[in-house]
């Protein structure tokens, strides 16, 4: 398996290790092949692949300067047009088309992120002249990501992690929205939600447009039916927030939270779904344009990753996530399931998962962003030591939480109920909790709760992560830090560090680096 962002995956694990749906070459060739015969499945002819990296040929994502954000409230038209108007420029002069923009992300961070295609130029020629070019702040491929789970024994260890974090405690205070508060919405970006699923049609909510979301695939493609198309999404959303004292199944760590669905996975083959980082920027710019029109979105899960050298400049997918942040969102990310110290991966060999994976000089993102209002989560089993298979930091990674052999809701096509394993699994423990806090305390920001997550939890994992295992009960009557407003706090931007480099915010990155990334870099955790 490849160390890439092109399309992204949810985080989960099968026996232990993560399963990636990315498949081997004769995958590739077994998809291409399909094409020829017609069939719906993703473009993969023009990807190219150059060591461990993928990504789609003639295609780039660039970050610029924005047009004044004040544009955007006093004329959404006029703003999205001076946003068109600028990357057609920059399109004109490197022999290219602008294929799209993100409003939503631009009158939220004041970059304009702008997707190019020439059918006549290749990625690495675009890089070249784009980097040339004073008003480009970075420019990348347009990586892929992945999936990572893995089912078990569904008979085996159901709900265990709940008690392991203290829910049944929390409980005792409250279970969802006060009397008279607005509902908490939490955005999962993965591979859609079974909305008609009986412990997940109670708390699925609704967008200003009347959806239960939207789906972004295939490079550009948007719908309006954000339906799982695998399994991974609604095995997140069950641990966030099945239906709880229902009768029926299980239940989340909030029983009445929003779920909005943001489907952005694409199939490139029978079973096989990845990302494109196009689409996951386009299901955050329709999350920050949901949150401008009103709805409560308050946190997001992104059980997804890939391994990549860090950039150095302006990062286009980071940007995205950056702008989440900025606006009050808690971003809870999955740290990945390669068995890797992130300060120190290791190359061939390392990885039981994928032994001829080499990790050395990279990082997962969106694992290794750091910004105000993320958090990056690792795994625990039920004896409390390390999941095997989790990626671990005491300097990347903010905290544990329940990630293997975790019971939650499938498709009701698929079983109803399942195991997995993954921090695809812990990283929903962490989102759910987060969004009970907020429940709980509606007046909290986000900073506040972050901080209320973060130093109430226990010491379980030692070395392995910042923070210890999460533990929600403790975190109700944690002390917050003094009030600073949600999404007010200035991002924290880790410089690269030499060698391997750091885990760092944003970048444009040498073509020589881009290319060590997967086409798929974002998969499910």
């Known amino acids: 398996r490849s160390a890439t962002q092109r399309s992204v995956p949810p985080w989960g694990n099968p026996n232990e290790p993560e399963v990636k749906p990315v498949k081997k070459w004769v995958a590739w060739l077994t998809v291409c092949s399909l094409l020829v015969a017609g069939t719906a499945f993703a473009d993969t002819a023009?990807?190219?692949?150059?060591?461990?990296?993928?990504y789609v040929e003639g295609e780039v994502l660039v970050v610029l300067q924005g047009p004044d954000r004040t544009l955007a409230a006093q004329n959404a038209s006029s703003f999205r047009s001076a946003l068109t108007r600028q990357a057609d420029a920059l399109a004109a002069?490197?022999?290219?088309?602008?294929?799209?923009?993100y409003a939503a992300v631009a009158a939220a961070s004041g970059r304009n992120i702008v997707f190019l295609r020439s059918s006549t130029r290749t990625t690495e020629q675009l890089l070249a002249d784009l980097k040339a070019n004073p008003a480009v702040l970075g420019a990348q491929p347009n990586y892929g990501a992945k999936p990572f789970k893995t089912p078990n024994d569904p008979s085996y260890g159901q709900q265990w992690g709940l008690p392991k974090i203290n829910a049944p405690t929390a409980w005792d205070t409250v279970t969802g929205p006060l009397a008279g508060a607005d509902p908490v919405y939490v955005?999962?970006?993965?591979t859609g939600i079974d909305y008609n699923h009986p412990d997940l049609a109670g708390n699925m909510g609704r967008d200003k447009d009347n959806l239960y979301g939207k789906r972004f695939y295939n490079n550009g493609t948007v719908g309006t039916d954000p339906m799982d198309v695998d399994d991974h999404g609604s095995h997140v959303a069950g641990i966030i927030g099945a239906v709880?004292?229902?009768?029926?199944g299980v239940c989340g760590v909030n029983w009445a939270v929003k779920l909005l669905a943001v489907n952005v996975f694409s199939e490139f083959g029978p079973g096989d779904y990845r990302a494109y980082n196009t689409d996951t920027i386009a299901g955050i710019d329709y999350i920050l344009a949901q949150k401008a029109r009103g709805l409560n979105v308050?946190?997001?899960?992104?059980s997804l990753g890939s391994w990549r050298v860090p950039p150095?400049?302006?990062d286009p997918y980071g940007s995205a996530i950056q702008a989440m942040s900025d606006a009050g969102i808690l971003v809870a990310i999955a740290a990945g399931n390669e068995y890797q110290d992130i300060d120190n991966p290791g190359g061939p060999g390392s990885d039981?998962?994928?032994p001829t994976a080499d990790y050395r000089g990279q990082r997962p993102y969106p694992a290794c962003y750091r910004y105000a209002h993320t958090l990056t989560v690792g795994a625990t089993d039920s004896a409390d030591a390390k999941s095997t298979f989790s990626n671990y930091s005491p300097n990347w990674v903010d905290l544990a939480a329940p990630g293997s052999l975790i019971y939650s809701t499938v498709p009701v096509s698929k079983g109803s109920y399942k195991n997995m394993s993954g921090t695809s699994m812990a990283t929903p423990f962490v989102a759910g909790a987060s969004a009970l806090l907020m429940a709980a305390q509606p007046t909290r920001s986000?900073?506040?709760i972050r901080t209320m997550i973060l130093t109430s939890g226990n010491t379980v994992g030692g070395t392995f992560w910042k923070n210890g295992r999460l533990d929600v009960a403790n975190s109700m009557g944690a002390t917050p830090p003094t009030p600073t407003g949600a999404g007010t706090a200035t991002p924290t931007r880790v410089p690269s560090g030499g060698g391997g480099g750091g885990c760092s915010g944003l970048g444009f990155a040498p073509l020589a680096v881009l290319i060590l990334l997967p086409l798929l870099a974002l998969k499910r955790r």
Request: proline share 2%.
């Open 352 to 354: 039981p998962s994928d």
């Open 187 to 190: 955005a999962v970006i993965d």
């Open 46 to 54: 023009r990807i190219r692949s150059v060591g461990a990296s993928r």
């Open 298 to 302: 308050r946190v997001a899960n992104m």
């Open 93 to 101: 002069s490197v022999e290219a088309k602008t294929v799209g923009t």
């Open 446 to 448: 986000t900073t506040e």
């Open 244 to 248: 709880g004292n229902n009768d029926t």
């Open 312 to 314: 150095t400049g302006a």
